[in-house]
T-cell receptor, first 116, second 113 residues
Framework: AQKITQTQPGMFVQEKEAVTLDCTYDTSDQSYGLFWYKQPSSGEMIFLIYQGSYDEQNATEGRYSLNFQKARKSANLVISASQLGDSAMYFCAMRAMDTGRRALTFGSGTRLQVQP | DSGVTQTPKHLITATGQRVTLRCSPRSGDLSVYWYQQSLDQGLQFLIQYYNGEERAKGNILERFSAQQFPDLHSELNLSSLELGDSALYFC????????????FGPGTRLTVT
């Protein structure tokens, strides 16, 4: 079974500052993927970034980077230079990569509010 | 815009009724997933189809069923609706190879009264 834990229900950050959203996971799979999604108030789920369990480098996508620490089973999302448009719910998710089980298991989410 | 479309955007119906939610995946994507997002349960996986065949089931109630058609669009049927079925229902799609990140549609917000 897979489990994702996001311990920060809400976070505040000042515009232009960096923020780290925490995510820890538990799985018995050897090969797995970790994903972050953004859900603005409009409701849609937007894919942000992916990290594979065997990837040696931390993933980066523009202002998003994933701080992957396999031994600690953590996959924190770092958003640099926060913008007002970054205010949203952020979900960490994972799935097995080498089986037919492609469904995502999601954490409970972190609500980020960017203040001017 | 993810390229995944879902209709309708909103649906209000009464307990005991049946509704059908529709999803069209991104062009070329063979896998379709259905998820339910509710305040008390969070985001939960319901069911996955790949190229017309059911691949995996999650916490899908027996009152719910789904199918994927030859043109790859999918429908989620919810019957004997209860108040607790009120939720945001997402469809997501992914390619058949590679990382297979899932792209989500805008969701259908179902309200059961």
């Amino acid at each position: 079974a897979q489990k994702i834990t996001q311990t920060q229900p809400g976070m505040f950050v000042q515009e232009k500052e960096a923020v780290t959203l925490d995510c820890t996971y538990d799985t018995s799979d050897q090969s797995y993927g970790l994903f972050w999604y953004k859900q603005p108030s409009s409701g849609e789920m937007i894919f942000l970034i992916y990290q594979g369990s065997y990837d040696e480098q931390n993933a980066t996508e523009g202002r998003y980077s994933l701080n992957f620490q396999k031994a600690r089973k953590s996959a924190n999302l770092v958003i640099s230079a926060s913008q007002l448009g970054d205010s949203a719910m952020y979900f960490c998710a994972m799935r097995a990569m080498d089986t037919g089980r492609r469904a995502l298991t999601f954490g409970s989410g972190t609500r980020l509010q960017v203040q001017p | 815009d993810s390229g995944v479309t879902q209709t309708p955007k909103h649906l209000i119906t009464a307990t005991g009724q049946r509704v059908t939610l529709r999803c069209s995946p991104r062009s070329g994507d063979l896998s379709v997933y259905w998820y339910q997002q509710s305040l008390d349960q969070g985001l939960q996986f319901l069911i996955q189809y790949y190229n017309g065949e059911e691949r995996a089931k999650g916490n899908i109630l027996e009152r719910f069923s789904a199918q994927q058609f030859p043109d790859l669009h999918s429908e989620l049927n919810l019957s004997s609706l209860e108040l607790g079925d009120s939720a945001l229902y997402f469809c997501a799609s992914s390619a058949g190879t590679g990382v297979q990140e899932q792209y989500f549609g805008p969701g259908t917000r179902l309200t059961v009264t």
